[in-house]
């Protein structure tokens, strides 16, 4: 893994924590959510789901 690539992950990971804590009820919703469909759909259909909602939500800007 190159640096840039440790720099983004960290970077990735801090935005994951500092949502997780400022937007408790939108992270407890979403993951929720995921773990549903996790219990009901292989992983790559929920990945390829997920997909297809940042693709539409980009769409829409």
Do not use: Q
């Amino acid at each position: 893994m190159t640096e840039h690539e440790k720099d983004t992950l960290a970077i990735y990971k801090l935005l994951y924590d500092a949502y997780k804590e400022s937007h408790k009820k939108s992270y407890e919703l979403l993951h929720e959510g995921l773990e549903s469909a996790l219990n009901h759909l292989p992983e790559d259909a929920v990945i390829y789901m997920l997909m297809e909602e940042v693709k539409e939500h980009r769409n829409m800007s």
